[in-house]
């Protein structure tokens, strides 16, 4: 027998804060200034910070229930729905989390798009289409892209920065004796005088030598980067070193995304960093096609038209910013 919402305590005011501070987060309406306010009220007190931490605790735990209701096929409905205030009571109880998660998200799953523990709690992050400019002391100066997450992790006087995901445009002019350090997917990339282009999207690292000279590190292993040269890594180690296309690279900095002979499944990918909601491709097939093609940040939806001007692709648009291609 369970009980009904109404009958089960109130949880407490500092607690019920904190996850209203993680769902504005995860709106998609989050501002520059909302980060700088969360970062505020986090420091009122070592209770505040804790609360906090309990929130993103417990949104990270209904996550594995919401991609498996996903799995099952049930129709997606908004991301926010599903923490109303008789569930969050519920499951802060503790002993009946499993069983109210999976029976309300069964029905109101969200998309599966707030980001981890990590990426929530870096000192400086960005939601999906924003950029913003950060200047880390006077040697470092990062330009963020769309839904990137950095960490301050300096020594003393050295520079370190941690790129949790994400992408960043960074400008180091540090002396050689303390180099500026970036910590990135299980490896490093280490700078003095150098401008680079750093990506880590579900833990596959590549860099773009702008100008200057790097060094990219992973394990016992160490290559250097001259300008307009470009590496990956991964777990499996490095890739091999490339000329880089800068200007696929850096296009995201003029409000472009360029792409050359990339799959439509790597394009939506992409374009899901920056559109609101989530853009679906149903037919493997069609996946496949290549695409060779330039879209504004701005006017995304464009990239409807195009794809059903070129590939004969059929669009169906569902509530949240959701849309399936097939």
Partial sequence: MTDSPDNLPEIDPLTREAIDWVARLRSGGATTDDAAALQRWRRQSAAHEEAFR???????????????????????????????????????????????????????????????????????????????EVAIGPTVSVTLNTQTSVAIRSREDQ??????????????????????????????????????????????????????????????????????????????????ATTANVVEATSWRSGLLVFHDQSLSAVVEEINRYRPGRIVITNAELGRKVVNATFHVDQLDNFFVQAQELFGAKVTQLPAGVALLS
Avoid at 225 to 239: A, T
């Fill in 159 to 240: 520079p370190r920065l941690e790129l949790i995901s994400g992408e960043a445009a960074i400008s180091a002019k540090a002396p050689a004796a303390q180099p500026l350090v970036v910590i990135a997917g299980g490896g490093r990339i280490v700078a003095a005088q150098a401008n680079f282009n750093a990506r880590c999207i579900d833990a596959v690292v590549s860099v773009t030598c702008l100008a200057g000279t790097l060094e990219v590190e992973q394990g016992a292993r160490s290559v250097s980067l001259q300008k307009n040269e470009g590496i990956s890594y991964s777990s499996r180690g490095f890739g091999p």
């Fill in 54 to 132: 309990q929130a993103v605790k417990l949104w990270r735990d209904f996550r594995t229930v919401a991609e498996q209701a996903l799995d099952e096929g049930t129709a997606p409905q908004s991301p926010l729905t599903w923490i109303e205030r008789p569930i969050v009571r519920r499951a802060m109880l503790g002993g009946a989390i499993a069983a109210s998660a999976a029976a309300y998200m069964t029905v109101n799953p969200p998309l599966g798009l707030w980001p981890s523990w990590r990426e929530i709690s870096a000192d400086f992050r960005t939601g999906k289409g924003e950029q913003r």
